[in-house]
């Protein structure tokens, strides 16, 4: 049976999601459970195209990426797939009615970190930042909002300053990994070499901007979303204050993490001002 396979699939896009991010499988644990499995299924969807962009370095990337392309194509043609990932991606796809030029866009971006080391110009920094972070931001809130395209219009601009939030903010934690492993530097007009403390507050100034935004849209978001995606934002939040308390030459040489027990602590602290309206 079709739904047998489908409910492995949809538990292989939750594997994934707990076994690459702890924190985003927590906050994904808040949503309400209608919900949860779709949420699942984008964020399998995204972690395996960046995994081939980003871990593969002992095989031919581009033959993977567009093998995977390929097969995404007849996934969403067909709404079937025997990656069981892309089975369950296109599940939600259609069910929410996701807009193929979402998809599209994240794909792009995927594809330019085969080959694409350098963004000069803020219009690149944009254009990347769009395609693999804010669209998957617009998914999900396909998701959010069930497929009210009302809604969906009203928190879209919120969504994509979140997304690109989480991102940026994913940026400057990783930097010693990007620009030292992968040979990448998506900063423009920033010297990653001697990162000094005024570019530094630029970019955290920058990412403050777009948390305003994204906070005012999660406080709109419907009761079942909005504690998930609320301890994402707490999470990154305090991603963010320990990464303005960290020296700017040392982000270069090391990864800042939010600990377990800290984890933990921001989830309790989060139910409350959640329980309490506090938003």
Request: contains cysteine.
């Given at each position: 049976?079709?739904?047998?396979?489908?409910?492995?699939?949809?538990?292989?896009?939750?594997?994934?999601t707990?076994?690459?991010?702890?924190?985003?499988?927590?906050?994904?644990?808040?949503?309400?459970?209608?919900?949860r499995?779709?949420?699942?299924?984008i964020?399998g969807?995204?972690r395996?195209?960046?995994e081939?962009?980003?871990?593969?370095?002992?095989?031919?990337k581009?033959?993977?990426?567009?093998?995977f392309?390929?097969?995404?194509?007849?996934?969403?043609?067909?709404?079937?797939?025997?990656?069981?990932?892309?089975?369950?991606?296109?599940?939600?796809?259609?069910k929410?009615?996701?807009?193929?030029?979402?998809?599209?866009?994240?794909?792009?971006?995927?594809?330019?970190?085969?080959?694409?080391?350098?963004?000069?110009?803020?219009?690149?920094?944009?254009?990347?930042?769009?395609?693999?972070?804010?669209?998957?931001?617009?998914?999900?809130?396909?998701?959010?909002?069930?497929?009210?395209?009302?809604?969906?219009?009203?928190?879209?601009?919120?969504?994509?300053?979140?997304?690109?939030?989480?991102?940026?903010?994913?940026?400057l934690?990783?930097?010693?990994?990007?620009?030292?492993?992968?040979?990448?530097?998506?900063?423009?007009?920033?010297?990653?070499?001697?990162?000094?403390?005024?570019?530094?507050?630029?970019?955290?100034?920058?990412?403050?901007?777009d948390?305003?935004?994204?906070?005012?849209?999660?406080?709109?978001?419907?009761?079942?979303?909005?504690?998930?995606?609320?301890?994402?934002?707490?999470y990154?939040?305090?991603?963010l204050?320990?990464?303005?308390?960290t020296?700017?030459?040392?982000?270069?040489?090391?990864?800042?993490?939010?600990?377990n027990?800290?984890k933990i602590?921001?989830?309790?602290?989060?139910y409350?001002?959640?329980?309490?309206?506090?938003?």
């Amino acid at each position: 049976m079709k739904q047998l396979f489908d409910t492995v699939s949809y538990g292989c896009s939750k594997m994934v999601t707990k076994t690459y991010s702890t924190s985003f499988s927590l906050a994904t644990k808040m949503l309400a459970s209608s919900i949860r499995n779709d949420i699942y299924n984008i964020y399998g969807f995204v972690r395996l195209a960046d995994e081939i962009v980003d871990s593969f370095h002992d095989y031919e990337k581009e033959i993977l990426f567009n093998r995977f392309s390929e097969d995404l194509e007849s996934a969403l043609k067909d709404k079937i797939s025997l990656n069981p990932i892309l089975n369950a991606f296109q599940h939600t796809y259609h069910k929410y009615n996701i807009d193929r030029r979402l998809v599209d866009a994240f794909m792009t971006s995927m594809r330019l970190d085969l080959h694409k080391t350098d963004y000069l110009t803020d219009e690149e920094y944009k254009a990347y930042i769009y395609g693999s972070a804010d669209v998957v931001g617009l998914m999900c809130l396909k998701v959010f909002v069930k497929g009210d395209d009302a809604k969906y219009e009203a928190l879209k601009d919120t969504a994509m300053s979140l997304g690109s939030a989480f991102q940026k903010v994913n940026f400057l934690r990783d930097l010693k990994a990007d620009f030292d492993d992968l040979n990448r530097s998506y900063f423009p007009n920033t010297d990653l070499n001697n990162l000094s403390e005024a570019s530094k507050k630029e970019i955290i100034d920058d990412i403050e901007t777009d948390f305003s935004k994204g906070l005012s849209g999660i406080k709109k978001l419907p009761m079942e979303a909005k504690f998930g995606v609320f301890m994402a934002y707490r999470y990154y939040r305090q991603l963010l204050k320990k990464l303005k308390k960290t020296p700017a030459l040392k982000i270069k040489s090391t990864r800042i993490r939010v600990s377990n027990p800290k984890k933990i602590e921001l989830l309790m602290r989060s139910y409350v001002k959640y329980q309490l309206n506090l938003l």
